[in-house]
């Protein structure tokens, strides 16, 4: 395995030097590396990220491009499919971090990719968003890092609502609803003991209301939870709390019903995927789960965002909207930085996100200084989203849909006060 991995990383930096030699050095457009899980149990939520992403780059250029000095450049996407494998997402990284002129990445879904790959090119001084990957690790493996010379000086942001953001919002749900024991479920991945964690410390900052009446794992690849399922019955579990990021999800909520736990089943934005609404069908009716954008045209910009996405994938539901929407507004917000910043830079770019001057209209919200300087001591500062951007989902007839009606129409006034601010 180790001789194979030494293979794809000598060829992948050969095709980097390849791509500098042939024209790859000139700054006559911005390039743009977009990575991801594009196939495999992960690829609803890369493909729909990276779709999204092209969504946008296609708009910017067909305008035009980016003006810089006088002249317009377009974006240049560059894809990579990590497959949801660490060491390959290391290995993209090492790719990367050798290209010339390279001004940014945008994407990773996985958390432990993040941790495998990011380093790479924090290194390198390389810009990064990460979306939509939410593991809390993924940025607070920063906090407090640095050298004798003085704090890290972070060229990684992220765009997404993190897991403690969702953790939270979990934990809530359980105890709006009088609940007062549950279960809690999540993967082996660092994605899924991240979360797990997130849940214990949310249960323990609202008040221990919830009693946990059982710790459950399952590897990737499960496809029976019922010895699980039938220990958090036994146990008396009044509802399912799950993290997770695979198809296995789809697996917890067949195994509910097969053994008759009529619990609710509330956790993590990948519920929202394709390969659960399809895989649980009717069993997954029900499940709640934090989103930061919802298939529903309740505003103007929302319903051409979805309409050009149906047209551009030839789809009539679009696999993963969190992540297409996020990996679309990312593109905005990193051109925005490439405009103010005036240049293709990487490290220029990164001043300027860190104070963007105007507002970016996006299809979840109208960004405002999304991002601050990077303290070390404040993950949030390189965070984009807060509760505000995040609302509760609930799959019903193979969709998601708001399950309360108050945050649809919150995000539509939102939506029009923004609108009206502009008029003026």
Known sequence: ?????????????????????CGGGKSDVIKVAITGPFTGGSAPMGASMRDGAKLAIAEINAAGGIEINGKKLKIEAIERDDEAKNERGAIICQEFVAMKDLSGVIGTVNTGVVLAGDKYLQEKGITKIITPAAGSQSMTQWLNKGDKKGPVDLSIFRFAAYDDIQAAMVIEEAINRKLTRVAFFYDSTNYGKSGFDDMVNQNKKQGDKLQVAASEKFNIGDKDMTAQLLRAKSAGAQAILIWGIGPELAAIANGMAKINLRVPLIGGWPLSMSNFVDNAGKNGDGTIMPQTFIEEPITPKAKAFIEAYHKAYNVKRIPS??????????????????????????????????????????????????????????????????????????????RIIFANDADRQRLIKNASAVKGKDSK
């Open 1 to 21: 395995m180790k001789i194979q991995l030494k293979s794809i990383a000598v060829l992948m930096l050969a095709g980097a030097a390849a791509f500098s030699a």
């Open 321 to 398: 909207p969190v992540s297409a929407a996020q990996g679309y507004d990312a593109v905005y917000i990193f051109a925005a930085a490439v405009s103010q910043a005036q240049s293709t830079d990487t490290k220029k770019i990164k001043l300027a996100l860190e104070d963007l001057k105007k507002p970016v209209h996006g299809v979840i919200t109208t960004w405002l200084k999304p991002y601050t300087k990077w303290d070390p001591n404040n993950v949030a500062s390189h965070e984009a989203f807060t509760r505000e951007q995040v609302v509760m989902g609930m799959v019903k007839d193979g």
